[in-house]
């Protein structure tokens, strides 16, 4: 059994939120797949972002993105456990990967743009997810 301090440093390598993936978006260093179904990612997706449903992962991946290459992926958000099943699939085709946790819907709520049908919109910050501003 891992001890508590394996067991966090592990899961911080697995792992990354949603400010450190807009930056590491900005700087190219990795490419950010979003595990939703179609009407999902038509509904909004993050710029630069890839749709690949985890259902096609295993077959699809291979022909999109270089093996090797590195990957985060996202879903809805905590109440969705898509990105973790996207992740598993990433993993056992060899990738390196990690899943952002949050989903779109924290990276809605910290401000961040998504792309829509009418293009690109970004909301207020949510307050409770910053704690830099007062409720």
């Not at 038509?42 to 093996?67: K, M, V, Y």
């Not at 924290?106 to 970004?122: C, K």
């Amino acid at each position: 059994m891992a001890t508590p301090f394996e067991f966090f440093k592990s899961k911080l390598q697995y792992e990354i939120d949603v400010m450190d993936v807009a930056d590491g978006l900005r700087a190219g260093e990795f490419v950010l797949v979003d595990t939703r179904r179609r009407a999902s990612w038509d509904h909004a997706h993050i710029p630069g972002s890839l749709h690949l449903p985890s259902a096609e992962i295993t077959t699809a991946a291979p022909h999109h993105i270089p093996l090797g290459s590195r990957v985060v992926v996202y879903s809805w958000g905590p109440g969705c456990n898509g990105s973790t099943v996207g992740a598993l699939a990433f993993a056992e085709l060899k990738y390196p990967v990690r899943e952002m946790i949050g989903g779109i819907e924290y990276w809605i709520r910290n401000g961040l743009p998504v792309e829509t049908a009418d293009g690109l919109i970004s909301r207020e910050v949510d307050p409770l997810v910053r704690a830099d501003r007062r409720p």
